[in-house]
């Protein structure tokens, strides 16, 4: 749907922010720090950097504005969706969605305005197209067409047939529809808490004629059947729940998966570079996302493999074109970059 002339113009100053953020401003934070720490060593510790690089000249540029560009693109995506208004009735399928009216969201989910969206992706029925708008700001525009996604299920997924696959957290679907593009033969299955999410996903499915089954449900009970997937994904999920939570999501997988099926987690990881680390923590606390420090410092693997999975491991992801890397060593890169890494584990024949 069109955007109005402001709404264009508001959303193209916020990703020219963004972008100046990421692309302009973090350099020089890097400059400032490494004037300060010539010879920086790995740190295990992130957190330990924060009184020097709070000191630095440049951080309340980066910090600021990464709060503040996160709260203007809030501001600027819901005006153009409530300007637009509702939508003309989508296509009856091929997609369908599968609502559980009794539900009960967590409260560790209902508390917190994730990424600092006004009521969540939950609370209210354009929430969906609200985060929909706002996820292209959020990758810097870079992501219009989901070629992020695209990636991932190129690069990071076995070459092989699968008969079902199940995308835990899938939100508007953007996760669970390059499964089906690259996987036609397979039944795909996006579960997500969220109602907006899940309508919006299967209209969205629907009108790229992709026959992907949407189901509201928790990712640590599906309600799908044992053992009737070869593959479980999530993408940008595991940060956004409590760390005490993960086992239960890594359970519901390990029991969805079929013997020999295969688990592709993709989020964050460390890096060892303290700047972008201590980066990483304190985007938690800007972005309002509680989790994904705790998350970042606990052990999947160790959990994963907790839940009958073997070969559990994390490998870095190059969002720019390599996708999946073979260890956990991005690429050199000047500006701020989200550390990308795939989870990987598998269910035992
Ligand atoms: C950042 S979004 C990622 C969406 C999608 N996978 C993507 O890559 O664009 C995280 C999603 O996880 C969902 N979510 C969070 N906790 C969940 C849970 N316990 N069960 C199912 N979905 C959950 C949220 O509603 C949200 O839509």
Same mark, same amino acid.
């Given at each position: ?19 100046h ?75 369908t =969605?599968?609502?559980? %009216?009794?539900? /009960? $969201? #967590?409260?560790?989910? +209902? ?6 969206q !006004? @009521? &969540? ?7 969906g ?15 219009d ?54 309508e ?37 999920? =595991?940060?956004?729940v %409590?760390?005490? /939570? $993960? #086992?239960?999501?890594? +359970? ?6 079929a !013997? @020999? &099926? ?54 870095a992801?190059?969002?720019r ?29």
């Open positions: 749907m069109a955007l109005a002339i402001e709404d264009r113009a508001a959303l193209d100053f916020v990703l020219s922010l963004r972008r953020w990421a692309g302009t401003v973090y350099p020089r934070l890097r400059a400032d720090f490494d004037a300060a720490v010539p010879s920086p060593v790995p740190v295990n510790d992130p957190e330990s950097l924060a009184p020097l690089v709070h000191g630095l000249a440049t951080y309340p540029w980066f910090s600021w504005l990464e709060r503040g560009s996160q709260k203007m693109l809030w501001r600027a995506v819901s005006d153009a969706v409530v300007r637009q208004g509702a939508l003309p009735p989508g296509p009856d399928g091929p997609a =969605v599968e609502v559980d %009216p009794d539900l /009960v $969201l #967590p409260d560790w989910y +209902t508390d917190w305005d994730i990424h600092v !006004p @009521g &969540g992706v939950w609370s209210h029925d354009l929430a197209r609200v985060y929909e708008l706002g996820a292209r700001l959020v990758m810097l525009g870079e992501n067409d989901y070629a992020f996604h695209r990636l991932f299920v190129e690069t990071a997924l076995p070459k092989r047939s699968y008969r079902r696959m199940v995308d835990l957290g899938c939100g508007f679907g953007k996760s669970a529809w390059p499964l089906k593009q690259a996987h036609p033969e397979a039944e795909v299955i996006g579960v997500d808490l969220a109602l907006p999410c899940v919006l996903a299967a209209r969205r499915a629907s009108e790229r004629k992709l026959a992907v089954r949407f189901r509201q449900a928790d990712a640590t009970a599906t309600g799908l059947e044992e053992g009737s997937a070869d593959l479980v994904t999530s993408t940008m999920f =595991v940060h956004e %409590p760390v005490d /939570v $993960l #086992p239960a999501i890594f +359970t519901e997988a390990s029991r969805l998966l !013997p @020999g &099926g295969v688990l592709r987690f993709l989020d964050f990881q460390r890096t060892g570079d303290g700047l972008r680390d201590l980066a990483m923590v304190e985007h938690g606390a800007r972005n309002n996302e509680p989790f994904l420090p705790p998350m970042i410092a606990a052990d999947l693997p160790a959990m994963a493999a907790a839940a009958g999975l073997v070969n559990a491991r994390w490998v992801f190059d969002e074109g390599g996708g999946r890397l073979s260890d956990l060593s991005w690429p050199t890169r000047a500006e701020w970059h989200f550390p990308w890494a795939v989870l990987e584990a598998e269910k035992p024949q």
